[in-house]
């Protein structure tokens, strides 16, 4: 198995190699010459902000973890009257909005209906034109 240590040819420090990557790089695209750059002088702190960033990340799904089950707006607040009151409002909040998606559904479906009809009479009209030998053009105007 190959260790990585300080003599690898190419490491975060200012060698030959790392050089002429980044002259190369400026030729070529001037973004690699940028991101060899960037990795010569700060290629050693990206170990570090690595482990700092995974940390938090841990941390930060730890804190989810432990109030997985528990919805944020369903906590109590200690006084007995606000959640009571806080409880009401919500459950009257879900029926208007219970109500309001029944009367969406509703509406979609009258609108379906006036465009069936109005595709059926549409249809309807085109058949009787063209069983009286005109054509569509000639009767609509």
């Not at 841990?58 to 997985?68: K, W």
């Not at 959640?83 to 029926?95: F, H, K, P, S």
Request: hydrophobic share 40%.
């Amino acid at each position: 198995m190959l260790k990585m240590n300080q003599s690898a040819l190419i490491r975060p420090d200012w060698t030959p190699a790392t050089i002429a990557l980044m002259v190369l790089g400026f030729i070529v695209f001037w973004p690699l010459g940028l991101a060899m750059l960037a990795y010569i002088l700060f290629g050693d702190k990206l170990k570090a902000f690595k482990k700092d960033a995974n940390d938090s990340v841990d941390r930060m799904c730890a804190g989810f973890r432990r109030n997985q089950g528990r919805h944020w707006a369903h906590h109590r607040t200690g006084n007995v009257a606000f959640d009571e009151w806080r409880e009401a409002e919500l459950a009257r909040l879900e029926e208007e909005r219970r109500k309001l998606d029944e009367m969406r559904e509703e509406f979609d479906a009258y609108v379906r209906e006036l465009r069936r009809a109005k595709d059926k009479e549409e249809f309807d009209r085109f058949m009787r034109e063209r069983r009286n030998g005109g054509t569509p053009e000639a009767t609509a105007s």
